[in-house]
């Protein structure tokens, strides 16, 4: 009991304590430690590759590049690759591990909660309720699973909270260092991911215009040089990732909108009903949470007029942002649940509309031992929220998302085993991704089925200077399209055996034909072996 107070004096303290709890409960210890694997480990794999081509290279900021060598050297950028380039840095200190990786996402995690918690004690004192909010959005399965991964998400949400707590201060105190703090880091959300991280810092300069946090004041100029410093960084972001794509000749980042008006009435029937009805519990949370938010949301509007008037101009703003945001990128959301995290912003801040007014008004108004029963309530939602988002972990790592992920990575670290070292360039087969395999190996060089089966094939790989073929199924030995070129076996792990292609007659028989460009860098490559080999 006397513990239990002792945090209660210490809301912080109490807040990393739960945290610490549920990170562990959810095996969060596990988790940070292995490579990409389960749901999207498409895309998991596309942001290690860029952390492992900075670490291996030790190439410049702005230099970012993937394993795929689609374009020139695999050169291709999307968000703002800090998180990648200070992974990097990490590792080049610590050696490579998943968990420095992992590390860095579940600690902007937790950082972005003890601001977002920060902002809560600014409008409701009771340690209980101000918990409540910020437990529901931790466990939230989808926000934790993307918490403790690879994808700039979350950490751009969870960092604009901290955007969020500094423009809120700044409100109060007037402080410069508080705006500057504020701008610095809504500057970095916006740039890791502008609807993620850019939908909180645009709710409040959209909110701010005539009800401040404070009450009394209108943003004066230092405020507007803040939101111009933020747009022009992000323009210029912009304007680098086209010049950057186009210099390499490299579009494999989905850039632009994904809107609802290119679907048919069944494709958006279709979506709502896979995203909300099937799988809403297991991305969003339990069914009566849901429906709890549900609940306040009803409540919400029917008690605006008494409702703190920045925070429900906030939420309001923040709901208005997400359904244009749904509008916009509606067609993403079927096959892509890390679209949806931009969801759990308007419902966080719902919730802590609603409990700012509960401890403000309805508490008041309630018998002493209803209040009892309220806290006791909550704490009964956030123990099993935190247990229910252990089941679904458990749940989301049981399928590995992609065939033999973990003997790949096993191959990939014992790559003498395979008669290949880090700089051999390969073409995997088969692979419909750009990075999954390449990152798995750590070996630079193609895919065989990215975008269309076949596309990647042998002649266009040995044509771009690949020497190795790597068959990461057996059965494609027997492959008409690549059975050819299996004539020299160079390694075997498992199952996943590798060819020199340089040496299968196939080969030779093209470059006798001159069906290859020796005229480019990779041809001369080719030849320059070739004559050494005194082929």
């Not at 880091?185 to 709710?203: E, H, S």
């Not at 749904?326 to 890390?338: E, I, N, R, T």
């Not at 880090?422 to 975008?451: E, H, K, Q, W």
Request: hydrophobic residues 50%; glycine residues 6%; proline residues 5%.
């Amino acid at each position: 009991m006397l513990f239990i107070r002792h945090l209660q004096a210490r809301p912080v303290l109490m807040l990393l304590c739960a945290l610490m709890f549920l990170f562990i409960a959810a095996d969060g210890l596990l988790l940070v430690r292995l490579h990409p694997s389960s749901i999207h480990i498409f895309r998991q794999s596309d942001c290690l590759a860029y952390t492992l081509r900075y670490y291996r290279d030790d190439s410049g900021f702005f230099s970012p590049a993937c394993f795929n060598l689609i374009g020139k050297d695999g050169r291709v950028v999307s968000e703002f690759p800090i998180l990648y380039y200070i992974s990097a840095k990490l590792c080049q200190l610590l050696g490579f591990h998943f968990w420095v990786v992992r590390g860095l996402t579940v600690l902007c995690y937790a950082i972005g909660l003890v601001y977002l918690f920060l902002c809560i004690r600014l409008w409701i004192k009771d340690v209980i309720v101000s918990l409540f909010p910020i437990i529901i959005l931790a466990t939230s399965p989808c926000f934790f699973f993307y918490a403790v991964n690879y994808l700039p998400n979350v950490p751009a949400i969870s960092l604009s909270f901290a955007g969020l707590y500094y423009m809120l201060r700044y409100g109060y105190t007037r402080s410069i260092l508080h705006l500057i703090a504020a701008t610095t880091l809504f500057t970095l959300t916006v740039l890791l991911k502008p609807t993620d991280g850019g939908i909180v810092w645009l709710a409040f300069i959209t909110s701010m215009h005539t009800i401040s946090p404070a009450g009394s004041y209108r943003p004066r100029w230092p405020v507007w040089v803040s939101v111009s410093i933020i747009s022009a960084a992000a323009l210029s972001w912009y304007l680098f990732v086209h010049y950057y794509n186009l210099r390499y000749d490299n579009d494999i980042n989905l850039q632009g909108i994904y809107p609802i008006w290119h679907m048919t009435g069944r494709e958006i029937l279709a979506t709502l009903w896979y995203r909300i009805i099937k799988l809403g519990p297991q991305v969003f949370h339990h069914t009566a949470l849901l429906l709890l938010l549900a609940g306040m949301l009803v409540f919400y509007i029917i008690r605006w007029s008494q409702l703190h008037p920045f925070l429900r101009r906030f939420t309001l703003m923040l709901i208005l942002l997400s359904l244009a945001y749904s509008v916009l990128w509606f067609k993403a959301f079927y096959v892509h649940d890390y679209y949806q995290l931009l969801f759990s912003i308007p419902a966080v801040f719902l919730c802590i509309t609603v409990s700012e007014y509960y401890c403000r008004i309805a508490v008041m108004h309630l018998p002493p031992y209803a209040s009892h029963v309220v806290s006791l309530t909550l704490i009964t939602c956030m123990v099993g929220s935190i247990y229910y988002n252990q089941y679904i972990q458990q749940c989301r790592q049981a399928d590995l998302g992609y065939p033999d992920i973990d003997v790949i990575y096993e191959a990939g670290a014992h790559l003498s085993r395979l008669g290949l070292c880090p700089t051999d360039r390969v073409l995997s087969v088969p692979d419909g991704s750009p990075n999954i395999s390449l990152a798995a190996l750590g070996l630079c060089g193609y895919t065989s089925d990215l975008f269309n089966p076949g596309r990647f094939d042998v002649h266009y790989a040995v044509a771009n200077g690949v020497r190795y073929m790597v068959l990461l199924d057996s059965s494609y030995i027997h492959h008409p399209a690549y059975a050819p070129y299996t004539t020299r076996l160079v390694g075997r792990y498992r199952h996943i055996t590798v060819y020199d292609l340089w040496q299968a007659p196939a080969v030779m028989q093209n470059l006798a034909a001159g069906r290859y460009d020796t005229a480019t860098p990779a041809g001369k490559m080719f030849t320059q072996w070739r004559t050494y080999r005194g082929m």
